[in-house]
């Protein structure tokens, strides 16, 4: 059974760090390109960083760049998503993805995680 579980969120002040992580199951990473998602109340869901299956190339929406980092351990089949120096905009339910194909955009992923709500507030 393919499943991908999100995990790591939670209530953080602003400019203060989160990590993410998305463990899988039920299929092998290493075929896989992966993607953090997020959906903020009233908006649609955005891609906010993916990494490529092959030669590890990321992508980072221009809102994050700089502040997040996306890895991933194929060992340990999981990813996961360091947010620094966190904003109030930047509450939003987080999702892991994945993807056959190189791509981070929303339409393209095959498979997703349930999220995990981050909040950054005062």
């Known amino acids: 059974q393919v499943q991908l579980v999100e995990s790591g969120g939670g209530l953080v002040q602003p400019g203060g760090s989160l990590r993410l992580s998305c463990a899988a199951s039920?299929?092998?990473?290493?075929?896989?390109?992966f993607g953090w998602f997020r959906q903020a109340p009233g908006k649609e869901r955005e891609g906010v960083s993916c990494i490529s299956a092959s030669d590890g190339s990321t992508y980072y929406a221009d809102s994050v760049k700089g502040r997040f980092t996306i890895s991933r351990d194929n060992a340990k089949n999981t990813l996961y998503l360091q947010m620094n120096s966190l904003k109030p905009e930047d509450t939003a339910v987080y999702y892991c993805?994945?993807?056959?194909?190189?791509?981070?955009?929303?339409?393209?992923?095959?498979?997703w995680g349930k999220g995990t709500l981050v909040t950054v507030s005062s």
């Open positions: 993805a994945a993807s056959a194909s190189w791509s981070c955009l929303v339409d393209d992923m095959d498979c």
């Open positions: 039920g299929f092998t990473l290493d075929d896989y390109a």
